[in-house]
């Protein structure tokens, strides 16, 4: 058995809204598919730098050697002046890149957003072993073990598993200070289950239909 009623902890339940499950949802999808920055070391570091000093070299031997035969004058400004002249538009193209990923992404939430029925409520409890969660017939089990964080913002608690997201929003507490001490137990049990390496052994992920 997974769980023992006796090691349910806390139960939160909350009706659901569109616009912020498409938010959760979507940023769990962000993070499956983001490439994570390689750790730095020596070699790394010192390769990055030895390709900023080449690029470096290439572009003042560019200016000095093949730049004035282009415009043909005898000397070029230094390359910083050169920079400072353009800058506004690489701003200005930094902007409007920016602008049209929020824009798309705003218009992508929405779209989600409108698929997903309101008024449904989602279910959460909290055992020493793990977490489940139920909404429209169907529940999910993951234990502590398979957690990798927890994420606080956007007036919510986030329980990011391996392949779902267990979320809490400031409302559905009765004030500040449950959600504190909600994000405190939640913070104790993740710790403990850490340091039981033993326990990984039992299945990360449970889908199965609600009773």
Do not use: C
């Amino acid at each position: 058995m997974r769980y023992h009623a006796s090691q349910r902890v806390l139960s939160v339940s909350f009706e659901r809204q569109p616009e912020e499950h498409a938010d959760v949802i979507l940023s769990f999808g962000n993070r499956l598919t983001s490439i994570r920055p390689p750790r730095l070391n020596l070699f790394t570091i010192a390769v990055a730098t030895a390709f900023g000093l080449a690029i470096g070299a290439a572009l003042e031997a560019y200016r000095r050697l093949i730049l004035p035969e282009i415009v043909g004058l005898d000397s070029v400004p230094p390359l910083s002046v050169i920079l400072l002249q353009i800058l506004p538009f690489l701003l200005l193209i930094s902007a409007l890149i920016l602008g049209r990923a929020y824009y798309l992404e705003t218009l992508k939430k929405a779209s989600f957003a409108s698929e997903i029925a309101a008024g449904a409520f989602i279910d959460t409890d909290i055992y020493e072993n793990g977490v489940e969660t139920s909404s429209d017939e169907t529940t999910i089990w993951m234990p502590w073990t398979s957690i990798r964080e927890i994420n606080v913002g956007k007036k919510r608690i986030e329980l990011v598993g391996d392949g779902f997201t267990a979320y809490f929003p400031e409302r559905a507490f009765s004030d500040k200070a449950a959600y504190s001490k909600a994000l405190l137990t939640f913070s104790k049990l993740h710790r403990a289950a850490r340091r039981t390496p033993e326990e990984r052994a039992e299945p990360t992920f449970d889908l199965a239909p609600a009773e």
